[in-house]
């Protein structure tokens, strides 16, 4: 069992920047794959980032790719998405998932987090 916390969303400008953090329980951090998704009022939850579960290999949804980062520190059981150069279209409730490997679609995740709310006026 995992259990996930997302923190550090807020209101942002175009053109700024926000960190956000995955904070998991359990001694078993290292054994999943964590990702990222999104969620915008209407929408499907979107697919952003993925990261293995070393850290070693990464992967990108195309509308993020050159502006997030996705990382991990295993020994603090967080995963990170450090967001740059945000725009309008970021605009959604972010939620870290894990699961044992990467996968893109979001009903392939067996744990969610509660999400963090990002917003991205223009």
């Known amino acids: 069992q995992v259990q996930l916390v997302e923190s550090g969303g807020g209101l942002v400008q175009a053109g700024g920047s926000l960190r ?32 293995s579960r070393s850290g070693a290999n990464t992967y990108y949804a195309d509308s993020v790719k050159g502006r997030f980062t996705i990382s991990r520190d295993n020994a603090k059981n967080t995963v990170y998405l450090q967001m740059n150069s945000l725009k309008p279209e970021d605009t959604a409730v972010y939620y870290c998932g894990a699961r044992t490997v990467v996968v893109t679609t979001a009903s392939g995740y067996d744990y969610w987090g509660q999400g963090t709310q990002v917003t991205v006026s223009s």
């Open 20 to 51: 956000l953090s995955c904070a998991a329980s359990g001694r078993t951090f290292s054994s999943y794959a964590m990702a990222w998704f999104r969620q915008a009022p209407g929408n499907e939850r979107e697919f952003v980032a993925a990261i």
